[in-house]
């Protein structure tokens, strides 16, 4: 009796392991996520030093929130330029020049800190530069996910290890900074993402890509601008998931800008402070996207977002109020995880409901609500934290994203009923009965 458990105990475990891995099938898919795992690691490594740099050099709160304000705001005013080019071109090809020119960008980075001849300037106008290729990575790397996968019911699988393979990066990179750092200064970080951009570079180099349908490209541009966003305003679901996503990056995401005066004021630490405190939000972000992943459907993700963006909004008070390391770690990986799981479920959700001849434009609202307005919240909790502190500023983002959870709860019985349609056309939800003759 006992050995037939353990039997089918083992056997439930591969049934999950299976269930979590599936994507991988799928050989661009499988070439693209270990590329991009080796390359995100060197990344990270460059987030945290350029933030450490940064704050070393200046010893300014407002300083730092510019530095992360220059690496986000070219996405805001790009990314809807972007979505037209991604959705008119090949996305293949975009993500061998976006990465190429990133893999220069830290290398440059790495010849002035190296030199012991770069300023804060020099920082400010590098990340700027990384910012405008990002305008027009992110949405690419999105929408070529459905291309790199062979089964469209795989598709959410894919995202959430998308997600388990970025946060699985923030756990080791930024440890490693934090170690190379205090050993040998910042400048090695910057190296090690240059060479490590080469890893995503061959991936897509060994990929057989099947090229897309040309499209017709004789509309102009503005007419194509136009058309996206009338569809994402017009669609209740992806217009009211993307301004949670907004009010969620405006007012919490700017916590990781202020990690280094925590790490070094608050908790009265050094760069290996910062990086043990990034690790944790690093694990806390995998540990969410692996049992995201881990989902066999799409179904009820928009009551995860409520629940997520809840314990983000705990995690990030919680971070605000304590002053010992221990226990900031473990509020750090709530507000992770939480982070996490919001993001990917609005990534799925979008990303299965959109239509395919428009998904590099959603795509690119997407980076935008993600990444295009954060740097007015980098901005903003730079500002704030020098005047009020960065704790407080960091409990009232948290105290934002749970009013803005508690709205969304509110707003998803309407979300649903607009939903099920289109998953029931996708085979996701069965069929209505037929509706008996009068």
């Given at each position: 009796?006992?050995?037939d458990?353990r039997l089918?105990?083992?056997?439930?475990?591969?049934?999950?392991?299976r269930?979590?891995?599936r994507?991988l099938?799928a050989r661009?898919?499988?070439?693209f996520?270990?590329?991009?795992s080796v390359?995100l690691i060197?990344?990270?490594m460059?987030?945290?030093?350029?933030s450490?740099?940064?704050?070393?050099l200046?010893?300014?709160p407002?300083?730092l929130g510019l530095?992360?304000?220059a690496g986000?705001?070219?996405i805001?005013?790009?990314?809807?330029?972007?979505?037209v080019?991604?959705?008119r071109?090949?996305r293949?090809?975009?993500?061998?020049?976006t990465q190429?020119?990133s893999?220069?960008?830290s290398f440059?980075?790495?010849f002035?800190?190296l030199?012991?001849v770069?300023t804060?300037?020099?920082?400010i106008l590098?990340v700027?530069?990384?910012?405008?290729?990002?305008?027009f990575d992110?949405?690419?790397r999105q929408s070529?996910?459905v291309q790199?996968?062979?089964?469209?019911?795989?598709?959410a699988?894919?995202?959430?290890?998308?997600s388990?393979m970025?946060?699985?990066a923030?756990?080791i990179?930024?440890?490693i900074?934090?170690m190379?750092?205090?050993?040998?200064g910042?400048?090695?970080?910057?190296?090690?993402?240059?060479v490590?951009?080469m890893?995503v570079i061959?991936?897509?180099?060994?990929?057989?890509?099947?090229?897309r349908?040309?499209?017709?490209?004789?509309?102009?541009?503005?007419?194509?601008?136009?058309?996206g966003?009338r569809?994402?305003?017009e669609?209740?679901?992806?217009?009211?998931?993307l301004?949670f996503l907004?009010l969620?990056?405006?007012?919490?995401?700017?916590?990781?800008?202020?990690?280094?005066?925590f790490?070094?004021?608050?908790?009265h630490?050094g760069a290996?402070?910062?990086?043990?405190?990034?690790?944790?939000?690093g694990l806390g972000a995998?540990t969410?996207?692996?049992?995201?992943?881990?989902?066999p459907?799409?179904?009820?993700l928009?009551?995860i977002?409520?629940w997520?963006?809840?314990l983000?909004?705990i995690?990030?008070?919680?971070l605000?109020l304590?002053?010992?390391?221990?226990?900031s770690?473990?509020?750090?990986?709530?507000a992770?995880f939480?982070?996490m799981?919001?993001?990917?479920s609005?990534n799925?959700?979008?990303?299965t409901i959109?239509e395919?001849?428009?998904?590099g434009?959603?795509?690119?609202y997407?980076?935008?609500a993600f990444?295009?307005?954060?740097?007015?919240?980098?901005?903003?909790?730079?500002?704030?934290?020098?005047?009020v502190?960065?704790?407080?500023t960091?409990i009232?983002?948290g105290?934002?994203c749970?009013a803005?959870a508690a709205?969304?709860?509110?707003?998803?019985?309407?979300?649903r009923r607009?939903?099920?349609p289109?998953?029931?056309?996708l085979?996701?939800?069965?069929p209505?009965p037929?509706?008996?003759?009068?």
């Amino acid at each position: 009796m006992r050995q037939d458990s353990r039997l089918n105990t083992d056997q439930t475990n591969l049934a999950r392991w299976r269930l979590l891995l599936r994507a991988l099938h799928a050989r661009n898919y499988r070439l693209f996520f270990e590329g991009q795992s080796v390359s995100l690691i060197g990344t990270w490594m460059t987030r945290v030093a350029t933030s450490w740099l940064v704050y070393r050099l200046t010893n300014s709160p407002l300083l730092l929130g510019l530095a992360s304000f220059a690496g986000q705001i070219p996405i805001l005013f790009l990314a809807p330029l972007a979505g037209v080019w991604v959705d008119r071109w090949d996305r293949h090809r975009t993500l061998l020049v976006t990465q190429t020119l990133s893999m220069l960008q830290s290398f440059t980075l790495a010849f002035l800190a190296l030199g012991h001849v770069i300023t804060v300037w020099e920082i400010i106008l590098l990340v700027l530069f990384q910012g405008s290729v990002n305008a027009f990575d992110m949405p690419a790397r999105q929408s070529f996910v459905v291309q790199m996968i062979e089964r469209r019911e795989d598709l959410a699988n894919a995202i959430a290890l998308n997600s388990s393979m970025v946060n699985g990066a923030r756990l080791i990179g930024p440890a490693i900074a934090g170690m190379l750092i205090a050993a040998v200064g910042e400048g090695y970080c910057f190296l090690i993402d240059g060479v490590s951009y080469m890893a995503v570079i061959a991936s897509l180099l060994a990929m057989r890509v099947t090229p897309r349908a040309a499209r017709n490209r004789s509309s102009l541009l503005v007419s194509e601008l136009r058309e996206g966003w009338r569809y994402v305003r017009e669609s209740d679901p992806i217009r009211s998931v993307l301004l949670f996503l907004v009010l969620v990056s405006l007012v919490g995401m700017p916590y990781t800008v202020l990690m280094p005066i925590f790490a070094r004021n608050i908790l009265h630490g050094g760069a290996s402070n910062l990086g043990f405190l990034m690790a944790a939000v690093g694990l806390g972000a995998l540990t969410g996207a692996v049992t995201l992943a881990m989902r066999p459907s799409v179904l009820g993700l928009g009551r995860i977002i409520v629940w997520s963006s809840s314990l983000f909004g705990i995690g990030l008070i919680g971070l605000g109020l304590s002053r010992w390391l221990w226990l900031s770690l473990i509020f750090v990986a709530t507000a992770g995880f939480g982070m996490m799981r919001h993001m990917a479920s609005t990534n799925t959700i979008l990303q299965t409901i959109v239509e395919e001849d428009k998904r590099g434009r959603v795509m690119a609202y997407y980076s935008m609500a993600f990444q295009g307005l954060a740097p007015f919240g980098s901005l903003a909790a730079g500002a704030l934290a020098a005047r009020v502190g960065a704790p407080w500023t960091i409990i009232g983002g948290g105290a934002l994203c749970l009013a803005g959870a508690a709205g969304f709860f509110a707003h998803l019985p309407r979300l649903r009923r607009a939903i099920r349609p289109i998953y029931r056309e996708l085979g996701i939800l069965p069929p209505l009965p037929p509706t008996p003759e009068a």
